[in-house]
């Protein structure tokens, strides 16, 4: 069991920076994949962005350039900086990790792929 815990939510106003924070611990030896889902009302989950613990990383098409995913390994920790935020931002922020491997880099962008899911951190951006 991989339990995961979130932090760094919260307002800002468009054009605006925050750095989500996500710790895992328990079964942290079997963790592959670490990433972050976001949901806003009404419309469908999606994947923002996610690395493996070879450095590969995949990230939707709406927030590159503009959002970052890391990770430091020895802290079992994964960050999402995002910088430049935009209102359609506006979300529950979901961290995940995945015990599964591939050789496949687009393989992390399945939902499917990640086993362990935090409760989520509200993420809003708004004037």
């Known amino acids: 069991q991989v339990q995961l815990v979130e932090s760094g939510g919260g307002l800002v106003q468009p054009g605006g920076s925050l750095r989500l924070s996500c710790a895992a611990s328990?079964?942290?030896?079997?963790?592959?994949?670490m990433g972050w889902y976001r949901q806003a009302p009404g419309k469908q989950r999606e994947l923002v962005a996610a690395?493996?613990?070879?450095?590969?990383?995949n990230y939707a098409d709406s927030v590159k350039g503009r959002f970052t995913i890391s990770r430091d390994n020895a802290k079992n920790t994964v960050y999402l900086q995002m910088n430049n935020l935009k209102p359609e931002d506006t979300a529950v922020y979901y961290c995940?990790?995945?015990?599964?491997?591939?050789?496949?880099?687009?393989?992390?962008?399945?939902?499917?792929?990640?086993?362990?899911w935090g409760q989520g951190t509200q993420v809003t951006v708004s004037s």
């Open positions: 328990g079964s942290i030896f079997s963790i592959n994949a």
């Open positions: 995940v990790a995945g015990t599964f491997y591939s050789s496949v880099r687009t393989y992390y962008t399945r939902e499917d792929v990640y086993n362990s």
């Open positions: 690395i493996t613990s070879g450095g590969s990383t």
